[in-house]
């Protein structure tokens, strides 16, 4: 198991960053940030992501939404794939928790249909949305508690999965943010499956010609699909796969090569920017 502790105010603006993860349950991982005042810039996830507020006031942004102000006690439910982020007040700090979930592990628990695609980024079709229910917001601090415990692997899977069947995703006391989104066209699988693979940007013609049509169509319907330009996805990807790497061990210097970066300091700025920690401390 993995629980990592990093302060570092001077250089990432994180006290007490705190994730977990262990490889008997790879379907989750969890964070928890104290007096955070690390900012990210818009991204998504190929997981499921859950945050909570704990302290202190930010501002949660996704694709379709807009901004909207939330405090303590709020839980945010983010499908995979949807773009967003969440920020701190300018000039405050705020403490929150986070679980990313693997989309199939969640569909599977929640037996949903798992959407066709080829890409585990292309959106679910299902919705983003706030709960202000102070219950689900406990049920959610007492199963984080859970998670950072010595408890069981057994233990922690049924009480994660109960968390989830019990209707905590679904539940009607879940406010919706925005209509839930179609999947992505067909035509952008074998672009996205060009860029995961790419180990440099590609050329923007390159791309339009995969997806058999002009450049400028090609930028309105990847960007109404996934709410990012094909760069902005293409960069969001390496460092979704540099998490990967990063938690299975490898060295930065390793994973930042690996992936296409011009150097290290070049990752580390770009993984802060999406991750909200620095490389060395999500290792």
């Known amino acids: 198991m993995s629980d990592t502790i990093q302060d570092d105010m001077a250089g990432g603006g ?4 705190r994730f977990w993860h262990d490889p008997a349950m790879p379907h989750v991982e969890s964070r928890r940030a104290c007096a955070s005042r690390a900012c990210y810039r818009p991204h998504s996830h190929p997981t499921w992501s859950i945050g909570a507020v704990d302290a202190g ?10 901004t909207v102000p939330i405090g303590p006690g709020t839980l945010v439910f983010v499908p995979a794939g949807h773009v ?15 679980l990313h979930l ?17 890409d585990a980024q ?52 879940i406010e919706p943010l925005a209509q839930a989104v179609q999947l992505a066209p067909v035509a952008l699988v074998p672009v996205m499956q060009v860029l995961q693979s790419a180990q440099v940007p590609v ?5 339009a010609a995969v997806a058999g049509m002009n450049r400028y169509r090609l930028i309105r319907v990847f960007r109404a699909a996934t709410g990012m330009t094909p760069h902005a ?24 090569h690996g992936l296409g970066f011009s150097d290290q300091s070049h990752f580390q700025r770009m993984f802060k920017a999406h991750a909200g920690a620095t490389p060395g401390c999500y290792r």
């Open 122 to 173: 292309v959106l679910s079709g299902h919705r983003v949305g706030l709960s202000h229910d102070p219950a689900r917001y406990a049920r959610f601090c007492a199963l984080n508690d859970l998670l950072f415990s010595a408890a069981p692997v057994a233990t922690k899977d049924r009480a994660l999965q109960a968390f989830l069947v019990e209707g905590l995703v679904g539940a009607a006391a």
């Open 84 to 98: 967003h982020a969440c920020n701190p007040e300018p000039g405050a700090a705020w403490s929150y928790q986070m």
């Open 14 to 17: 994180e006290r007490g960053t």
């Open 233 to 256: 996805w293409w960069l969001n990807d390496r460092i979704n796969q540099g998490r990967m790497h990063l938690r299975a061990g490898r060295a930065i210097a390793e994973v930042a």
């Open 203 to 207: 050329p923007l013609a390159e791309l």
């Open 102 to 118: 693997d989309d199939r592990w969640v569909r599977r628990v929640l037996s949903m249909p798992v959407a066709l695609r080829g």
């Open 57 to 66: 006031r930010s501002r949660f942004s996704a694709d379709r939404v807009g």
